[in-house]
């Protein structure tokens, strides 16, 4: 039914109905022969491309042959205007019975909405200076047996959109192009890193032990080996041991699973880059970092000045504010909150509306403050630097207070892109912070030997050499650059709740 017919019925087709006359029709056409699935198509250009090459003074009008998904058909009796749209965007068609014949021209006719069709013909401006293809000759690659979303909208149900993420990127242009940023940022990424001398590595998505980092692990069961394993939650500690092994500079773009919520700004699968620099300290990874986010966001969006929307501008001209764990806290809790015993801190915490009691750690008291009524205020990009070291067993303590870690969270938008250290390579240390780890975060039935990494210990005996590294949330830094709000906007298929 094309849009001339449709305009005429009284009420709207449900999609079973419409679902049931396409796949008729499939059956029709493939019972006279003809393919309503197709087979290859020899297209000479993307749509984008035909545009950038089309010149207006030249002698003959350029022949094109494209491909794409048929979108809109204005019917004008022996003519039809149509939205051919591919991978790259949207071009008008004109066709017209005299050029292809009244047998292809009823054909074209019973298109819909929606089908893959491969184009040949010549470009030129209509009168109101719109570039078309004039049609030559129509082949249908692949029949749509269910209609897309109402043309005009688009696909507007948020879950929807996450659901069937294929409808998302066919209507809704600006979540194509969010997309199409993001592999564009990842391209820079590697050749950023690259030309800096680091090299991309690989190292194991299934684990034996869930280490280097502190999160609730997936588990499974190998079979062959009859041993339970773990789905990374960081490529850390193999990470490493590369630099034992005497790689000096090393990167890896990987997926790790973390087994717990799901919001705005966590999804359970997400991407991450690590980075491992021998010879450097966390204020290495500091100026890598600015200097590497000032570049992509430069190469992929053009500007500095980063529009989310609401009057919210990230501007993120360097170079960025550094500033220390310590005077965050003092700035929003008080002056006086280090001074404090943990009853005072406890009761500070309450008074300022954070859910705190006498029963948790001290350090945790303060990082509540800090996550809750600290963190989601920096907006521009910030270094928070000197961290407790409770928080952080794989940094270095700072020489002048071993209480903070030489590390620092880069935060930007209220969200933690980037984490960095100046990384422990003291085996004895590690050891007593592992054990020390194992202590306070015990559950009855666990063992150490399940929880310390062992092998990775005896690497670091060896001798790793004093190093910078560093984590960079990659869902969360697109998330920046493109302005999306969600990190669901920015992951193909983020993890739904089940439906039951």
Known sequence: M???????????INEADIFAQRTARAKELAAAGEKPFGQRFDHTELIENCRRSFNPEAAEPPVVTVAGRLMARRVMGKSIFADLKDSSGKMQLFVSRNDLGDEAFAAFKKLDIGDIIGIEGWMFLTRMGELTIHVQKC???????????????????????YRQRYLDLITNDDSRLIFQQRFAILREIRKFMENKGFMEVETPMLQPLAGGANANPFKTHYEALNADMYMRIAPELYLKRLLVGGFEKVFELNRNFRNEGISRRHNPEFTMMEVYQAYGDCRTMMDLIEELITTVAMKVRGTLQIDHGNGKILNLERPWRRVTYRELVAERAGADWFELDHAGRVARGRELGV????????????????????????????FVMRMPAELVPLAKACEDDPTVVDVFELEINGIEVAPGYSELNDPIEQRRRFVEQ??????????????????????????????????????????????AESIRDVVLFPQMRLRK
Do not use: W
Request: net charge negative.
């Open 2 to 12: 094309d849009d001339t017919q449709q305009a005429n019925v009284p009420e709207l």
């Open 139 to 161: 082949t249908l690659l692949s029949k749509s047996l269910r209609p897309l979303p109402e043309k005009f909208h688009g696909l507007t149900n948020v879950e929807q959109c």
């Open 355 to 382: 859910d705190v009691s006498l029963a948790m750690p001290d350090f945790e008291v303060t990082n509540e403050v800090y996550e809750k009524l600290i963190e989601n205020t920096l907006i521009q990009p910030t």
């Open 438 to 483: 194992f202590e306070r975060t015990r559950q009855p039935g666990d063992r150490m030997s399940d929880k310390i990494d062992e092998d990775f210990l005896t690497a670091l005996e060896h001798g790793m050499p004093p190093a910078g590294g560093m984590g960079v949330g990659i869902d969360r830094l697109v998330m920046m650059i493109t302005g």
